[in-house]
């Protein structure tokens, strides 16, 4: 590390410093990696416009295997973790439906994260589920559809409520719609003044403001609905703001050359808080594991940069069944964390660099950084996490021990 902490100083940095900002930084993991997003409800194959592709042995199919590869895949990630849940993963007999979901089918969930120290967020399951209608939900035309789906957001309000209470530690709470047609629509207001009245309606429900933060998720188009999306940018953003809730972003809910990380700051302007599902798109929506790639250290820039560490609620967002799936996870995970860690061990005078028009040494510093000793500093993050560097040897072994002995 010495070499490391050297090498940083020279350009004004405290590697001390962005090890303990790190330290403090919590990702919302999403429990759906561990299953292909089938859930434990109603476990319908995957619908709503977005795919788990891939058969790797080893999914997991009960509570108890979800949950010990949780634990496991949690055990290989280092700083600090809140659990990601869906409605989808209500531990109840199989004969509710989802708009008769209650707190205590989430009761197991509560006990295992209050057991390892977690916090949980939380999100309604709108896909994936017999009373979707013609891909539509709280935007269908069918007052009985519409209604049900109402009735699941009010249900899951009440839920992320009692997650805040229990755990002491706020609950996001995300809204995304799969509604949407594949062809081109003769009415797109239609949908959306549906849309509004339901998010209305399920905003009604009482629920601690100071305590659970609810986001909308906004979408560009999904499998099979290609030409009109009802819960469009335009539309998330505009709610949002309406309401005084918060919008989310999805970096893999825009179109290819548009990018999250030119968003955030704009985000930032008009809300006190934002949400982020970090993603991989390739080449569409494809929820491919978060790699330390180029967008992904931009969007911990903008987050660092703004300093909004404390204004962005982080979450992970992609499922790939064609891997170990804890193997995902952890890569995932630690790819938004070396990002956010990339980010802050930036010189503070980047913003001053340019205010001097001096674009000619912002570009040869940022790429004197990249070769910079990173890894150096990263292992030694994960060194005083009590993480191991090589994760690989205990995903196989896990994999040898446990997942192949799956049915
Ligand atoms: C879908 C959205 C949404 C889902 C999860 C499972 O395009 O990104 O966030 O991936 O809710
Ligand atoms: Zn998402």
């Given at each position: 590390m010495d070499n490391a902490k050297k090498y940083y100083a020279e350009f004004g940095v405290n590697v001390e410093e962005a090890i303990e900002k790190l330290r403090d930084v919590t990702i919302s993991v999403h429990c759906w990696q561990g299953d292909d997003v089938t859930g434990f409800d109603s476990r319908e194959t995957l619908s709503g416009g977005i795919q788990a592709t891939g058969n790797y042995p080893g999914k997991a199919n009960t509570p108890e295997e979800l949950m010990a590869d949780i634990e496991k895949a949690f055990s290989l990630m280092p700083g600090k973790k809140k659990l990601n849940l869906h409605a989808s993963y209500a531990i109840h007999d199989g004969k509710k439906g989802r708009d008769e979901i209650e707190p205590a089918d989430f009761a197991p969930w509560v006990e295992f994260a209050k057991k390892n120290g977690w916090g949980l967020d939380f999100n309604p399951t709108f896909f994936s589920h017999p009373m979707v209608k013609d891909n539509l939900t709280l935007s269908s035309p069918d007052e009985e559809v519409r209604a049900y789906w109402v009735r699941h957001g009010v249900q899951c309000v009440k839920i992320a409520d009692y997650f805040a209470k229990e755990t002491g530690?706020?609950?996001?709470?995300?809204?995304?719609?799969?509604?949407?047609?594949?062809?081109?629509?003769?009415?797109?207001?239609?949908?959306?003044?549906?849309?509004?009245?339901?998010?209305?309606?399920?905003?009604?429900?009482?629920?601690?403001?100071?305590?659970?933060?609810?986001?909308?998720?906004?979408?560009?188009?999904?499998?099979?609905?290609?030409?009109?999306?009802?819960?469009?940018?335009?539309?998330?953003?505009?709610?949002a703001q309406a309401k005084g809730i918060t919008p989310l972003m999805d970096n893999g809910h825009?179109?290819?050359?548009?990018?999250?990380?030119?968003?955030?700051?704009?985000?930032?302007?008009?809300?006190?808080?934002?949400?982020?599902?970090?993603?991989?798109?390739?080449?569409?929506?494809?929820?491919?594991?978060?790699?330390?790639?180029?967008?992904?250290?931009?969007?911990?820039?903008?987050?660092?940069?703004?300093?909004?560490?404390?204004?962005?609620?982080?979450s992970t967002d992609y499922f790939d069944a064609s891997i170990n799936r804890i193997s995902a996870w952890v890569t995932g995970v630690r790819s938004v964390q070396k990002a956010l860690l990339y980010a802050l061990l930036e010189p503070s005078d980047m913003k001053q660099i340019q205010e001097n028009n001096d674009f000619t040494y912002l570009m040869y510093l940022s790429e004197e950084l990249k070769t910079a000793p990173f890894g150096e500093v990263w292992r030694e993050f994960l060194k005083r996490e009590g993480v191991a560097d090589n994760y690989y040897e205990e995903v196989i072994k896990y994999e040898k021990e446990v997942l192949v002995n799956r049915k």
């Open positions: 530690i706020p609950c996001v709470m995300n809204i995304w719609i799969p509604d949407g047609y594949k062809d081109i629509p003769a009415d797109r207001l239609g949908p959306r003044e549906r849309y509004k009245k339901s998010l209305d309606e399920i905003l009604a429900t009482p629920y601690d403001k100071t305590q659970v933060y609810i986001t909308v998720e906004s979408k560009v188009f999904g499998i099979g609905l290609e030409s009109y999306t009802v819960g469009s940018s335009e539309f998330c953003l505009s709610y825009y179109h290819p050359t548009e990018m999250v990380s030119d968003k955030i700051s704009s985000l930032l302007l008009f809300n006190d808080k934002i949400a982020l599902h970090v993603t991989r798109p390739v080449r569409w929506d494809s929820d491919h594991v978060v790699l330390f790639d180029d967008e992904t250290k931009e969007i911990a820039k903008e987050i660092v940069r703004n300093d909004a560490l404390d204004r962005v609620f982080i």
